[in-house]
């Protein structure tokens, strides 16, 4: 028997929680033949204990004799629900890409990859992601914005660009707007689907919209990543191998302590961390002007400096920066503090990427 052989066994099974075979969704990994013994990893995470019991009894009958190791580690989002890969629903049937199971694809095009990157949610990660994109792009960069928080895509609502991509032939057209260009998990499914994909799905979508996206050739990809440190971060630094990782907290102890994790995280499969920007730094009030630290103030500098990681800079917490967010302009393209605070990150953070 070959790994060959086996992956075809493998292969006719399909994932009882939807998207494909369970070697295209990833439930089936690690597949080996060693001197004629096979053996696979089979992830029964998120399934009911009976539609398990059968996936077992199926992986067992196609692949009599190989070893199988089941596990339920990599299991996220809602129990037993279906799931749908963005081919299926977007780009028209293009050879989809297992992060666990092929080669890294060849990704130079792209220019330097960077993973914008929280540990905890809510931080306005992706509102920090979105502008540094649009104030790099105003600058003079080809850039590209992948949204990869596939629970909670957002990049379309702050870029104002909604609606589905277009794609033939395996090819997935990205979406332009503010002069960058961008793929979210929300253009290629059906609102509200790609929140119960499993945790190695999730993974592979977002590979898949970095390999199979029409990106031409950029100088910048920012990656707007789910909060924490999962399945997808670990896919990234395998993978993707990102010139580095910007770290967006809040200067509140809870988000600074997750904000350690994640730059531990990224330093132990060795992605340089880029630098720190601290949001929602200082309150400004909209009526008086009065400001005050709602959240704290200077955290996440002080964790940068006892880190020996570069700090991008403080974005205040103010009304125009949520009403800019929420109306799908960003703030780095006004002239009020937080959006001078923004491009003044962006400056950063393209000096260290010449660095
Ligand atoms: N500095 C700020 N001032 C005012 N509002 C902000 C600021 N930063 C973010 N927000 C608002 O906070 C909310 C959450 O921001 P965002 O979605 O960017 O966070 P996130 O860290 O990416 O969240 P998630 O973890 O859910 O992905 C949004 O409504 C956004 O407009």
Same mark, same amino acid.
């Given at each position: 028997?070959?790994?060959?052989? &086996? ?48 996936? #077992?009894?199926? /992986?067992? @009958? ?19 629900? !279906? ?14 890409? @297992?992060?666990?199971?092929? *080669?890294? *694809? ?5 220019? #330097? ?13 992706? !509102?920090? =992601? ?14 590209? &914005? ?22 033939? $032939? ?6 332009? =707007? ?25 993974? /592979?979508?977002?590979?898949?919209? &970095? ?14 990543? *789910? ?9 990234? /630094? $395998? ?21 350690? #994790? =994640? ?8 992605? *340089? ?8 730094? !200082? ?6 002007? !009065? ?54 990150? =962006? &400056? ?8």
């Amino acid at each position: 028997m070959t790994e060959e052989d &086996l992956r075809r066994a493998l292969a006719s099974i399909a994932d009882p929680a939807g998207g494909g075979s369970i070697v295209e969704t990833g439930r089936a990994s690690g597949i080996v033949v060693r001197s004629g013994t096979g053996g696979f990893v089979l992830d029964i995470g998120g399934l009911s204990a009976e539609d398990a019991a059968a996936l #077992k009894r199926a /992986a067992e @009958q196609a692949a009599p004799g190989a070893r199988m190791i089941t596990t339920a580690e990599a299991a996220g989002g809602a129990h037993g629900q !279906t799931g749908q890969a963005p081919t299926q629903s977007a780009a028209g049937g293009g050879a989809r890409r @297992q992060p666990h199971e092929q *080669p890294a *694809p060849d990704l130079a095009h792209l220019g #330097k990859i960077v993973a914008v990157a929280s540990g905890k949610g809510g931080v306005g990660k992706s !509102t920090v =992601a979105a502008n540094l994109a649009v104030a790099l792009a105003a600058e003079g960069l080809r850039v590209g &914005l992948l949204d990869a928080d596939i629970y909670g895509p957002s990049i379309p609502t702050l870029l104002g660009c909604p609606g589905r991509a277009s794609g033939e $032939q395996g090819r997935i057209e990205p979406v332009e =707007a503010h002069g960058l260009k961008t793929l979210s998990i929300a253009h290629l499914t059906k609102p509200g689907k790609a929140m119960i994909w499993r945790g190695p799905m999730a993974a /592979a979508a977002m590979m898949q919209m &970095l390999a199979d996206g029409d990106w031409g050739e950029l100088e910048v990809m920012l990656i707007d990543m *789910p909060p924490g440190t999962g399945d997808i971060q670990l896919t990234l /630094a $395998q993978k993707v191998k990102p010139a580095g990782a910007v770290i967006v907290s809040t200067p509140q102890d809870l988000a600074l302590i997750d904000a350690e #994790k =994640a730059i531990a995280m990224f330093d132990k499969v060795n992605v *340089p961390i880029l630098g720190v920007i601290e949001n929602m730094s !200082t309150f400004v009030c909209p009526e008086c002007g !009065t400001r005050s630290d709602i959240f704290g103030h200077g955290g996440a500098e002080e964790t940068s400096r006892a880190r020996s990681v570069p700090f991008l800079g403080a974005v205040p917490l103010t009304m125009e920066l949520r009403r800019a967010s929420d109306s799908g302009r960003p703030a780095v393209l006004s002239d009020d503090e937080a959006g001078a605070a923004l491009r003044a990150a =962006a &400056l950063a953070l393209k000096t260290e990427l010449e660095s």
